[in-house]
């Protein structure tokens, strides 16, 4: 590795360029919110190339989504809000103050220790914030499973939870037996809601279990891709399409590949 100066500093050179009254139309037309999507999708990019364990997409990842960060800072800097150094500092500061083990006198802790001292000084800070509440600070922004399973982590540390995993498994039938309930007739808007409710209680049951409920969903949407890729291969060398076959040959077309799965 070198010296990041350099390269960072020729970086942001290149984005003011691009934003320079002569630089690029594209690029000058752009703000916040329409870059926003953008350093969303990067940042999922960035994690689908470390559950392909492809380092060389990880690094070209990262670049891309640290120039989404460049670009945020240059329109800061513009508006004379804040700059890229402020937005370096500013992390630098608080991964000091988050670490006092590290960086200051306070005593070595264990992991456990320190996810609590990590989330009460988290605490301190959206109090400095004047953000107040067990739930204050949440981005709306989250993914949805991401951010339920992260509010019920919140209620849970005041004590509003279910005692353990069975409980849940309870909650979760009674919310599947209203959804099912509200199938004959129901509005759009009735069954949303109870599918939310669904979904919800599925989110708490995966933190009860200790599983991040949007990698279990990334894990199944892989497996089903994977499965009716196989599917599609195997009719494609008898000739055939999904589409030009009945349910029940893709049904034991799909009950094969499981097969060849389960036998390695």
Same mark, same amino acid.
Request: contains cysteine; proline residues 5%; glycine residues 6%.
């Given at each position: 590795?070198?010296?990041?100066?350099?390269?960072?500093?020729?970086?942001? @050179?290149?984005?003011?360029?691009?934003?320079?009254? %002569?630089?690029?139309?594209? %690029?000058?037309?752009?703000?916040?919110?329409?870059?926003?999507?953008?350093?969303?999708?990067? =940042?999922?990019?960035?994690? *689908?190339?470390?559950?392909?364990?492809?380092? /060389?997409? &990880?690094?070209?990842?990262?670049?891309? &989504?640290?120039?989404?960060?460049?670009?945020?800072?240059?329109?800061? !800097?513009?508006?004379?809000?804040?700059?890229? /150094?402020?937005?370096?500092?500013?992390?630098? *500061?608080?991964?000091?103050?988050?670490?006092?083990?590290?960086?200051?006198? =306070?005593?070595?802790? @264990?992991?456990?220790?320190?996810?609590? =001292?990590?989330?009460?000084?988290?605490?301190?800070?959206?109090?400095?914030?004047?953000?107040?509440?067990?739930?204050?600070? #949440?981005?709306?922004?989250?993914?949805?499973?991401?951010? /339920? =399973?992260?509010?019920?982590?919140?209620?849970?540390?005041?004590?509003?939870?279910?005692?353990?995993?069975?409980?849940?498994? %309870?909650?979760?039938?009674?919310?599947?037996?209203?959804?099912?309930?509200? #199938?004959?007739?129901?509005?759009?808007?009735?069954?949303?809601?109870?599918?939310? %409710?669904?979904?919800? $209680?599925?989110?708490?049951?995966?933190?009860? #279990?200790?599983?991040?409920?949007?990698?279990?969903?990334?894990?199944?949407?892989?497996?089903?891709?994977?499965?009716?890729?196989? $599917?599609?291969?195997?009719?494609?060398?008898?000739?055939?399409?999904?589409? *030009?076959?009945?349910? *029940? $040959?893709?049904?034991?077309?799909? !009950?094969? $590949?499981?097969?060849?799965?389960?036998?390695?």
């Amino acid at each position: 590795m070198t010296d990041a100066a350099a390269p960072l500093l020729r970086l942001l @050179d290149i984005m003011r360029r691009l934003r320079a009254p %002569d630089g690029c139309p594209w %690029d000058r037309e752009q703000d916040f919110a329409s870059i926003a999507p953008y350093t969303i999708e990067e =940042a999922y990019e960035v994690a *689908d190339a470390i559950s392909r364990d492809d380092p /060389a997409a &990880l690094q070209d990842e990262l670049g891309d &989504l640290l120039f989404q960060v460049v670009y945020h800072a240059q329109m800061a !800097q513009e508006a004379g809000s804040f700059g890229f /150094a402020d937005v370096a500092r500013g992390i630098g *500061d608080k991964m000091i103050r988050r670490h006092p083990h590290v960086f200051g006198e =306070a005593a070595t802790r @264990d992991s456990a220790e320190q996810t609590a =001292a990590w989330e009460a000084q988290k605490q301190r800070e959206r109090q400095a914030r004047a953000e107040t509440g067990t739930l204050a600070g #949440l981005p709306s922004t989250l993914p949805a499973l991401t951010r /339920a =399973a992260k509010l019920t982590r919140r209620a849970a540390r005041v004590g509003f939870d279910w005692p353990d995993a069975d409980s849940v498994f %309870d909650k979760l039938e009674e919310e599947a037996r209203e959804l099912r309930a509200e #199938l004959p007739g129901a509005s759009r808007e009735r069954l949303a809601d109870e599918l939310g %409710d669904l979904l919800f $209680v599925l989110a708490n049951l995966a933190r009860k #279990l200790d599983l991040d409920p949007e990698a279990c969903l990334r894990g199944a949407n892989a497996k089903f891709e994977r499965r009716f890729q196989a $599917v599609e291969g195997k009719l494609a060398r008898q000739g055939q399409s999904p589409a *030009d076959v009945s349910l *029940d $040959v893709m049904e034991a077309a799909w !009950q094969a $590949v499981k097969k060849e799965e389960a036998a390695g």
